[in-house]
């Protein structure tokens, strides 16, 4: 389904929930996400690549270890991310995007803004959140 939006738009409460409009506009936004996520990842390939690793003073040699080490934690983080991303891409498919995966009830579509892969609504988020405080 191929959704022209205007530009500017944003999804709003006048209209129905996750209608085409909204599934389109999530679509994009994780998109973007996604592709800038990937162009950074390459980005510190192509650093560490063209990195000189063969530095004479050892605190210098520490210093960029240092630095590509958290580089890489980086990125692994960057990759769990991008699968988030494809998950909430693939429920944009199913048709479940937009929907809590405990309750069935609407995420809402401030949430969605702020955190577009969110699979719980705030309530079930809360509740899963205390109940890991007290596991």
Request: aromatic letters at 8%; a negative charge.
């Amino acid at each position: 389904m191929n959704v022209d939006l205007p530009e500017g738009y944003r999804p709003g409460e006048d209209e129905p929930y996750m209608s085409p409009r909204h599934l389109a506009y999530f679509r994009r936004q994780l998109l973007q996400w996604r592709d800038a996520l990937l162009e950074e990842s390459e980005q510190t390939i192509r650093n560490l690549r063209e990195e000189q690793w063969r530095e004479p003073d050892p605190n210098d040699r520490a210093s960029r270890e240092s630095d590509a080490s958290l580089e890489l934690r980086t990125r692994d983080r960057y990759r769990k991310l991008l699968g988030k991303i494809d998950a909430a891409l693939r429920r944009i498919d199913d048709g479940s995007y937009g929907y809590c995966d405990e309750t069935g009830e609407p995420i809402g579509l401030r949430r969605l803004e702020a955190r577009p892969i969110a699979t719980l609504c705030i309530e079930a988020q809360e509740r899963h959140e205390r109940d890991e405080r007290f596991s």
